[in-house]
């Protein structure tokens, strides 16, 4: 398939994508508007309370990215104005029935206009809460497959998973063991979580903020901090921190990391593929190639390297010096390594 195939059938199209604010979906978003920017229409939702902080969200955390570079040298001062007519802010939240659209109007115009939707929207934060992850990942995908059943024309539902699909079972039909994980049941071993204290310092900060006489808009800006914080990779951002002096695993393990540029072209051949076919469930996996494997080793060096020629600041402006680090190649080296560096010199104290 051509690229000239691709950007004819984008061309009139209107188009919801959820997770705009994700790494992934940016990616998604910058493609098609450069590559045919005769697309209808691009409705993008972004978690806000209203359009204002929805648009102000996509303003600072897409558009006004290296990503869109490009596209700002190509349009130049038409820049923001091609923008505003191709693309509509859409506050809402995808674990919400409607996906949170509170506005009627908008989903009745959306319901009639939208033919593909792409469901980016999830959390991979490993140690998020429970509800939150159901919410997002599990309970979002149907709200998002509820809203594709009540669009008039829509062709095709494309979702996304990027982490994770890859593993190393040695053994053809291995079966792995889990232990329930019993609804209501928090990771220390409770049913109860710590919403409490989390209620307490919003409120504790609330009242700093209404002292000061500060406007509803300022409040939601301040308490933006307290949210989830949005980074590239946070593994290797804490090591660029200087905060991950160690980790485990196998320098030799091979990662499924793949650029993203590759993963957004597969998923436009995917979707225009599969857009004028009888429906079908397909799922693709888009996977690195044994002649040229990323080990784990390549991206400890290459972490390095960029973090040295490219260093953190720290509070005071000063670049932040990070050393090799260390890999353990297994759990007992690893337990052995925190007991000598963190446990002995605990009980001694």
């Known amino acids: 398939m051509n690229w000239g195939t691709m950007q004819n059938f984008m061309k009139g199209k209107t188009i919801l994508v959820t997770g705009t604010t994700g790494f992934l979906a940016k990616v998604f978003v910058e493609k098609i508007l450069r590559i045919q920017p005769e697309i209808q229409k691009l409705y993008l ?96 995908a149907l709200q998002v497959l509820n809203i594709a059943k009540k669009c008039h024309k829509v062709k095709l539902l494309v979702h996304i998973s990027t982490a994770y699909v890859c593993g190393e079972a ?50 939601k800006y301040a308490l933006k901090d307290y949210g989830i914080e949005r980074t590239v990779d946070s593994m290797i951002c804490a090591y660029g921190k200087g905060k991950l ?24 051949a995917a979707i225009v593929i599969n857009s004028n076919q009888a429906p079908k469930n397909f799922i693709y996996h888009v996977s690195s190639s044994l002649r040229n494997p990323l080990k784990i080793s390549d991206v400890h060096n290459i972490s390095h390297r960029y973090f040295m020629k490219t260093p953190c600041l720290n509070k005071d402006g000063k670049p ?12 007992a080296a690893f337990n052995i390594y925190t007991e000598t560096r963190y446990v002995l010199p605990l009980e001694v104290c």
């Open 245 to 268: 002096p160690y980790f485990l695993g196998n320098p030799r393990t091979v990662l499924d990391i793949i650029p993203a540029d590759l993963v957004i072209n597969c998923m436009i």
């Open 170 to 219: 040695k053994e053809e039909g291995s079966i792995f063991q889990e232990k329930p994980f019993e609804m209501g049941q928090s990771l220390k071993g409770t049913s109860k979580l710590d919403i409490h204290t989390e209620m307490n310092l919003l409120e504790k900060k609330f009242d700093e903020l209404r002292a000061m006489n500060v406007d509803e808009k300022t409040l």
């Open 45 to 140: 939702l972004v978690r806000a309370s209203n359009t204002d902080m929805a648009s102000h969200r996509l303003q600072n955390e897409v558009f006004d990215t290296d990503l869109f570079r490009v596209l700002r040298d190509d349009w130049g001062e038409d820049f923001n104005s091609f923008i505003s007519k191709k693309v509509v802010a859409v506050a809402g939240d995808v674990a919400v029935e409607n996906l949170g659209i509170k506005d009627q109007n908008i989903l009745n115009v959306m319901f009639e206009e939208i033919d593909l939707i792409v469901n980016s929207a999830a959390t991979t934060n490993f140690d998020e809460r429970f509800d939150i992850s159901m919410g997002v990942n599990t309970m979002g």
């Open 320 to 331: 932040i010096v990070i050393s090799k680090g260390i890999a353990f190649k297994s759990m």
